[in-house]
């Protein structure tokens, strides 16, 4: 009985195509998905396929994409829960070492045609090809973030990478997680050649197969990098870089990356072992399951942005302070046009110096700088109210006079436009009540540093219309920011929980003595990224006594005299050059307090009560609609520790581990 070639073989995620030259195209097009993952199904009909190219040879094979402008996205997360133990995870990744080790082993030339995302799972699997073609154009990305979900590259990516492109830049990849472009992989030597936008992918993977092409090979300084004498150097400097940024008991994967490039970096074969049995174990533990429910709950955010369709191209920003001004930098850093509204010139001005300079780091271009800087209107006059089709108000927190602002607003608005507000407090009624239409407003509450916090609280009131809250939201995906819907109550859901956790900093400062500098440190040691009186200062000490004033009346006066006192002293935190720290080029300057006197874990335990206790009653009124999206909220809000997966998690399985 004959056999059926394997280009005849119906596959549901891969399609296959002979042309005229015999060279055969396969297409990875993975059925009812949007992107293209590396799921099991996917692989074990990848397994048929180099069953029947090992038995029945083409001149050539090159790999490309079936859904336009898109490459492969990695392995596809959502199975990582099936493995029960370590051993069967480690069981599954040398499972798909073998399958790639007989891609790279094909006896005829191969080609990896790249066009759109190339990350993970989907990197490794082109490393595995002879030659690799990417189009040079904004939409490719190629990197490792693997990291972020608490592994390293599993298959076959940490030493196909490291041989490549070399160890320092490969591994730097891997353990910053960055995305490169096109030209930043082809000078690291993951890509072979680059085709422009005008060009033909396809018609360079002809040639290339019919020439046999190759990828060049490393430099010989980029092979010493693997060598024995160098790497124990190399990894010590790598430890130094990651420590700054993650404690390795909290977040092990990088340093586990580490060890096993510095043990075994000359040795491809032995590297993926310690794949298959470093990954196997760091895919089961916490942390990495714990960083998977973050992804999900990211993706369930950026959902919530994309429930009605919106087309913005105008905004229209009033109040040129710190918030107002990198919200407008934000909105044109993401292509939109945007006018910036103050009383006078002189107001706008250190909000357009900032923003060049936000654009000049983000861009790298002078034309790109150029362009965005164009995008960025001063509007003394406020006359592009009547054009945008965003209008976001980000004056001080005064109700009176937002209230006259948006008397002043709503007749010269576009019909269509949201109109939303900035502050961070104050209820949305008492704005709303001078409003014809007070249905329409709605809050957007961004947080400082505007280009690094990732979420935006999209405030709603009992009558606001649910099409302006759904419009807010996908306003605030498109500008590649995460909206979380909330009801509007004093502080929303970030400043009612953070409030209780910086007043209680203030609290134990003031009452106990205890040093700044040891409040914080026990909040980092819990996993937070900075401790409260270091994040009051980078919110604001102003903001700050306004929001514990009230939310927490009476029983934080002590506090708020505090902060009143910073605040008279012109001592508003970061922005001010100074508040509790002393700020130089953006970072604290903290005294050399030592902590062996003070017992850290009881004064995390104490830092840490009321933040979790405002948390509940947030979830028991009904500010957000459950639990995951309330973790999801701290998480992106506040920084809480990614590791533990959430407040309101976290204490369902520190419960659990109790009984």
Same mark, same amino acid.
């Given at each position: 009985m004959n056999k059926t070639p394997v280009k005849d073989t119906p596959f549901k995620h891969w399609k296959l195509s002979t042309d005229i030259d015999k060279v055969l195209w396969l297409s990875i097009d993975r059925a009812g998905e949007s992107a293209n993952s590396l799921s099991s199904e996917v692989l074990s009909e990848?397994?048929?396929?180099?069953?029947?190219?090992?038995?029945?040879?083409?001149?050539?094979?090159?790999?490309?994409?079936?859904?336009? $402008?898109?490459?492969?996205?990695?392995?596809?997360?959502?199975?990582?829960?099936?493995?029960?133990?370590?051993?069967?995870?480690?069981?599954?990744?040398?499972?798909?070492?073998?399958?790639? /080790?007989?891609?790279? &082993?094909?006896?005829?030339?191969?080609? &990896?045609?790249?066009?759109?995302?190339?990350?993970?799972?989907?990197?490794?699997?082109? @490393?595995?090809?002879?030659?690799?073609?990417?189009?040079?154009?904004?939409?490719?990305? @190629?990197?490792?973030?693997?990291?972020?979900?608490?592994?390293?590259?599993?298959? $076959?990516?940490? %030493?196909? /990478?490291?041989?490549? %492109?070399? %160890?320092?830049?490969?591994?730097?990849?891997?353990?910053?997680?960055?995305?490169l472009r096109p030209k930043a992989a082809h000078a690291m030597g993951l890509i072979d050649e680059l085709v422009g936008p005008h060009g033909s992918l396809r018609w360079a993977a002809r040639r290339a197969i019919k020439q046999g092409r190759k990828s060049r090979q490393p430099g010989q300084l980029t092979r010493l990098q693997n060598l024995t004498p160098v790497r124990p150097l190399l990894a010590r400097m790598m430890r130094k870089q990651v420590a700054a940024r993650a404690n390795p008991k909290h977040y092990p994967a990088p340093f586990e990356l580490i060890k096993a490039w510095e043990l075994y970096g000359d040795d491809p074969q032995r590297m993926m072992v310690e794949e298959s049995e470093r990954v196997g174990k760091l895919i089961t533990g916490s942390t990495s399951k714990s960083l998977r429910r973050v992804f999900f709950l990211m993706e369930r955010l950026k959902n919530i942005g994309k429930q009605v369709d919106i087309n913005v191209r105008r905004v229209h920003v009033i109040g040129a302070g710190v918030m107002g001004g990198d919200i407008a930098a934000w909105c044109v850093l993401q292509g939109l046009d945007v006018t910036l509204q103050d009383r006078e010139l002189k107001y706008i001005e250190p909000a357009l110096k900032r923003a060049k300079s936000l654009f000049k780091k983000k861009l790298r271009d002078r034309n790109k700088v150029a362009a965005a800087i164009s995008r960025l209107l001063p509007d003394v006059e406020g006359s592009g109210v009547g054009k945008a089709d965003v209008i976001i108000e980000a004056i001080f927190e005064d109700v009176e006079a937002k209230r006259a602002l948006f008397a002043s607003i709503e007749p010269r608005m576009k019909a269509d436009a949201v109109l939303a507000t900035n502050t961070s407090a104050i209820p949305l009624a008492e704005i709303a009540s001078v409003l014809k239409n007070p249905e329409r407003l709605i809050g957007v509450h961004f947080f400082n540093p505007v280009a690094k916090m990732p979420l935006v609280e999209v405030v709603y009131d009992t009558i606001t219309d649910a099409t302006q809250v759904a419009k807010g939201a996908a306003f605030c995906a498109a500008i590649n920011r995460f909206p979380l819907p909330v009801k509007s109550t004093p502080g929303f859901l970030v400043n009612r929980v953070l409030s209780g956790y910086m007043a209680k900093a203030m609290s134990m400062h003031l009452e106990q003595n205890i040093p700044i500098e040891v409040l914080d440190k026990a909040a980092q040691s819990f996993g937070m990224p900075m401790g409260p009186v270091e994040l009051a200062d980078t919110v604001g000490l102003d903001v700050c006594m306004k929001v514990v004033t009230m939310l927490g009346g009476e029983s934080t006066a002590k506090e708020a005299a505090l902060l009143q006192e910073k605040v008279d002293a012109g001592e508003l935190g970061r922005k001010s050059g100074k508040g509790f720290y002393v700020w130089e080029k953006g970072k604290p300057k903290r005294s050399e307090t030592g902590t062996g006197q003070f017992a850290l874990e009881e004064i995390t335990e104490s830092l840490m009560q009321p933040y979790f206790e405002a948390c509940e009653a947030a979830l028991a009124d009904g500010i957000v609609e459950d639990a995951d999206v309330l973790d999801a909220g701290m998480i992106f809000g506040t920084g809480f520790a990614p590791f533990r997966g959430g407040p309101l998690h976290y204490l369902k399985q520190k419960e659990q581990h109790n009984d």
């Open positions: 990848l397994e048929s396929i180099i069953d029947g190219l090992e038995t029945d040879a083409p001149v050539g094979l090159v790999l490309q994409s079936g859904k336009p $402008g898109s490459f492969i996205v990695g392995a596809d997360v959502r199975e990582f829960d099936g493995y029960d133990d370590a051993e069967m995870a480690s069981d599954g990744i040398s499972k798909v070492h073998r399958l790639f /080790s007989r891609i790279e &082993a094909l006896p005829f030339p191969t080609v &990896a045609i790249i066009d759109g995302f190339c990350l993970g799972g989907g990197l490794e699997l082109a @490393l595995t090809f002879d030659y690799r073609i990417a189009s040079n154009v904004e939409h490719t990305r @190629l990197g490792f973030p693997e990291i972020k979900l608490g592994i390293y590259p599993g298959f $076959g990516g940490s %030493a196909r /990478s490291v041989r490549q %492109a070399g %160890a320092s830049n490969a591994m730097q990849l891997m353990l910053s997680t960055r995305n």
